[in-house]
Structure formats: C-alpha cells, structure tokens
C-alpha cells in the first residue's frame, strides 16, 4: 500500500513564524502536492513538484514555499504565518506508473492553526 | 477561478436511499474525471473515475454519470449506508498534467 506520511496531525503557530510542513511518500511517486482544504472551498492546489529539486505554482501559492531535495519528501514553508493560514493542509503523491492515471494518494493532513 | 462546480454542499439521506451529488466543468479539455471520498480524520482517497468517451460506469453501490454535451457529471450512491457517510469531492484533469482540479465538496450524512 502506498503510505504519504506527514509530519504533524495539528500545530499552532504564532503570526510571523516561520513554519515548516514535512511529507513523505514510500512509493517511489515522482509526483507531490500540497494542498489546503477549508469548507466550502474544497482542496486548493499551492504547489506540485514532478522531480526532485523541480516545483511549479499552483492556484494559491501567494504566501508559500516549497522544498523538495529528494524524491520521497516534499515540504511545504509558511515563511511568515498569518492568521488567514489557519487551514488543513494535505499533501499527495502520484505516478505516471500507476495503472488508473491521475490517481492521487493523500496524507491525513495537518491542521495549522496561525494565532 | 473555479472550473469544476459541485452541489449541494451538504446531503442528509435515509439509510437504503440513493445519494445524488453533482458537478458541472467549464473546459472542455478536461478528459478524466474521479469521485475522491474523505473520511474524517483521513485524506482523501480515490473512489470512482469515468473517461468522457463513456455515459456511465458502475462500480458496486457506486455509478458515475457522465453528460459530455451539458459538461456535467454525477455521482449516484445506491442503497446508501451510514458508513457512507463522508466527504465526496469530484475532480478533473487534462491529459498529462498530472494536476486534478477539485470540486468543492459535498458532506453527506446517512441517517440509520
């Protein structure tokens, strides 16, 4: 089974911190995502990477960063939190392997919370 | 910009009644369509798809309809249970890009 792991189930974070979102994947998924989710706004795509050290914007990336130094990690930086941040976050993997195309395996995700 | 519409937001069904969530696209370059399911507490995860090149498929309780000329589709849950109870959000995707553009979701309820 493929497993995206992510660092944290919940966080508090105070304004203007710097906040780091790890994610993992053990399936060898040359595709990840970070999304947020909040109600009524379904999953927004922030930022996607295809290969290590590559990233591309997604819908929303105004306020975030991305770090992927190697295949199985994808992280996601707040580089100064602020209360509009306060959201779920999901991250997800994908391949081009994978026999029903497009299939995205999430992680449980992390519920940030910026004071 | 929001380029899959989905309704209703929220659903409360009877348990043994079918569940009907809908969405509408607007590109018509869209050409895979899944149904994601979310448990709380859990990411999403893959339920159904349909390709346009097709009306409907079924799988178990589960059909996708699909209407290429209105640009819309639907998800139908025969004979829903209260472990159905869930998140239902429909996608779509372009050729290769890899990318799914999310509807917004529908939280249904199952009453026993």
């Known amino acids: 089974d493929v497993k995206v792991t992510q660092s944290s189930r919940y966080l508090v974070k105070r304004t203007g911190e710097k906040v780091f979102l790890e994610c993992v994947q053990d399936m060898d998924h040359e595709n990840m995502f970070w999304y947020r989710q909040d109600p009524g706004l379904g999953l927004r795509l922030i930022y996607f990477?295809?290969?290590?050290?590559?990233?591309e914007k997604g819908d929303i990336p105004e306020g975030y960063s991305v770090s992927r130094e190697k295949k199985e990690r994808f992280s996601l930086i707040l580089e100064s939190a602020s209360t509009n941040q306060t959201s779920m976050y999901l991250c997800a993997s994908s391949t081009l392997k994978d026999r029903v195309r497009d299939t995205q395996y999430f992680g449980p995700g992390t519920r940030l919370t910026v004071l | 910009q929001q380029q899959v519409k989905q309704s209703p937001q929220s659903l409360i069904v009877q348990k043994g009644g079918i569940s009907i969530i809908n969405c509408a696209y607007e590109n018509t370059a869209f050409d895979y369509f899944p149904w994601y399911q979310q448990f709380p507490g859990k990411g999403p995860a893959l339920l159904i798809a349909?390709?346009?090149?097709?009306s409907e498929k079924k799988e178990g309780r589960f059909t996708i309809s699909f209407n290429k000329s209105a640009k819309q589709f639907s998800l139908h849950i025969m004979d829903s249970q209260p472990g159905d109870s869930a998140t239902y959000f429909c996608?779509?995707?372009?050729?290769?890009?890899?990318?799914?553009?999310f509807g917004s979701g529908t939280q249904l309820t199952v009453l026993p």
């Open positions: 990477s295809y290969d290590v050290k590559m990233k």
């Open positions: 349909i390709r346009p090149d097709v």
């Open positions: 996608a779509a995707s372009v050729g290769s890009a890899r990318q799914l553009t």
